[in-house]
T-cell receptor, first 115, second 114 residues
């Protein structure tokens, strides 16, 4: 079974609109962390935002926020006021357990911002 | 800022050649990782290392080996390159303490095996 599912292979969004990228996860470990990364066409993976399973509040980093719904096992990335530079691949990833160094990755969503 | 560098951005090799991909990080991170990335499959872990000379297999170690003789350097070796190893290879590093201990990535090496 997929542990990280990103159901949107591609999305087109008008510039300045808000974007929600979906991520659902599957784990039986009560301690886990969820990550979002951005990969522009240049190839380098850029860390965007992190949410721990015990965090009470949704994580925010500038224009990025994470809509964490624990009971539904979803961790959607919200980008407010999208910009042309937001066009990229976006990956959701999970770490199960605090001592586990490995990340489990989703297949990614390709986001294209239209001017 | 954390800097992770990879020896080549693009590499073209022939089937059967021995290929070395080098990765260096400058932030004294304990953990280092090698991934391969293929369209629609996300990132798949090949090997990781949590200390010098220590290594653990990831999800797809077949056809690959690694070496970590110094803390800052982690090498991926393709013993006998095959066409199905044509891919993007990404190196990453992270600290051991945390969370979040996010992984920091290099720019990637796009390897083509002919």
């Amino acid at each position: 079974a997929q542990k990280i599912t990103q159901t949107q292979p591609g999305m087109f969004v008008q510039e300045k609109e808000a974007v929600t990228l979906d991520c659902t996860y599957d784990t039986s470990d009560p301690s886990y962390g969820l990550f979002w990364y951005k990969q522009p066409s240049s190839g380098e993976m850029i860390f965007l935002i992190y949410q721990g399973s015990y965090d009470q509040q949704n994580a925010t980093e500038g224009r990025y926020s994470l809509n964490f719904q624990k009971a539904r096992k979803s961790a959607n990335l919200v980008i407010s006021a999208s910009q042309l530079g937001d066009s990229a691949m976006y990956f959701c990833a999970m770490r199960e357990g605090w001592s586990n160094y490995q990340l489990i990755w989703g297949a990614g969503t390709k986001l294209i911002i239209k001017p | 800022d954390v800097k992770v560098t990879q020896s080549s951005r693009y590499l073209v090799k022939r089937t059967g050649e021995k290929v070395f991909l080098e990765c260096v990080q400058d932030m004294d991170h304990e953990n280092m990782f090698w991934y391969r990335q293929d369209p629609g499959l996300g990132l798949r872990l090949i090997y990781f290392s949590y200390d010098v000379k220590m290594k653990e297999k990831g999800d797809i170690p077949e056809g690959y080996s690694v070496s970590r003789e110094k803390k800052e350097r982690f090498s991926l070796i393709l013993e006998s390159a095959s066409t199905n190893q044509t891919s993007m290879y990404l190196c990453a590093s992270s600290i051991s303490s945390g969370p979040p201990n996010e992984q920091f990535f290099g720019p990637g090496t796009r390897l083509t095996v002919l």
